[in-house]
């Protein structure tokens, strides 16, 4: 006789009930009407629906928060995360007490606590953003690889949109933790990736410095003339030609006039076009044309 194993039947998903809204207090305090926000949502504590009492007791949390009580919004936070752990409000509750923990430098480290408790109960939601967060507290506790790993966490889960501004915080953190060959390289292939001039001339300035740090003057003074040359309208672009006039390296005076003229020194500008004019053999005209707008 031939066994057939017995089907086991899966359980029934429960799906959850739909998001609880007060539309009247959401709208209130969309207007920035806090007082009356926090009146409303605290007529929602009569019911005796946890997902409703929860999305009240958030909704005065965040009214508390605007109004600028942070304490009070803290033990609404609390509450609602301790009664209503489940609740989407309740999981939420986590990144505010990490926001009001972050008005106070000494209780950046309950922040942080506060943040990677949120990635735990809401993974996939705003992980780059958090984590992003959790790598600036880092920061400021001067805790360069916990800051590291936090970026890049942040950088891993991020949209194409944050991807560029997340991979020079990953980068500056690499530098940061003295790895200089992986900063170069992530910020190399930003710079490949990028179409925007003011962030490549902020990624020339950094490789420039971080090479400079490290010793590699020729290296470092090569990324400061591609930004003077190729960005000029760019502050940046003046920071290098700064740098560059002061170690006393030659610079382009054409470029070293449209740098001037960008940043507002129009009289350092005419002297740099009149230099370049004297021996110019070609661009004449654009020198001529920027020292007249000079």
Do not use: C
Not at 53 to 67: Q, R, T
Not at 110 to 130: E, K, T
Not at 161 to 170: F, H
């Amino acid at each position: 006789m031939t066994l057939v194993p017995t089907a086991t039947l899966s359980p029934a998903e429960i799906t959850p009930p739909e998001e609880v809204r007060f539309a009247e207090a959401d709208l209130a305090l969309s207007f920035g009407d806090y007082d009356q926000a926090l009146s409303l949502y605290g007529a929602g504590r009569i019911f005796s629906d946890s997902y409703r009492a929860a999305a009240a007791i958030y909704g005065e949390a965040l009214s508390l928060y605007y109004k600028g009580q942070f304490s009070d919004a803290k033990t609404r936070w609390e509450e609602v995360r301790q009664f209503f752990p489940d609740t989407p409000p309740g999981k939420r509750a986590s990144f505010w007490l990490g926001e009001v923990a972050s008005q106070d430098i000494s209780q950046f480290a309950q922040a942080i606590a506060y943040y990677q408790d949120y990635i735990n109960d809401l993974p996939g939601v705003l992980d780059s953003f958090v984590y992003e967060r959790i790598g600036e507290r880092y920061t400021s506790l001067d805790q360069p690889e916990n800051a590291l790993e936090a970026f890049r966490n942040a950088f891993l889960n991020a949209t194409n949109v944050d991807q560029t501004r997340l991979a020079i915080k990953l980068a500056n953190a690499y530098a940061t933790t003295d790895q200089p060959d992986k900063a170069i390289e992530i910020y190399k292939e930003t710079l490949a990736k990028s179409t925007d001039d003011y962030t490549k001339a902020n990624l020339d300035l950094a490789m420039g410095n971080l090479e400079l740090d490290r010793g590699n003057r020729e290296a470092g003074f090569e990324y400061f003339q591609h930004t003077v040359n190729n960005f000029p309208k760019t502050y940046d672009a003046f920071s290098a030609l700064l740098a560059l006039l002061d170690a006393e390296v030659p610079v382009n005076e054409l470029q070293r006039g449209l740098v001037n003229y960008y940043v507002g020194q129009p009289d350092l500008a005419i002297e740099a076009f009149d230099r370049f004019l004297e021996t110019a053999t070609e661009k004449q005209d654009q020198a001529l044309y920027f020292k007249a707008l000079a």
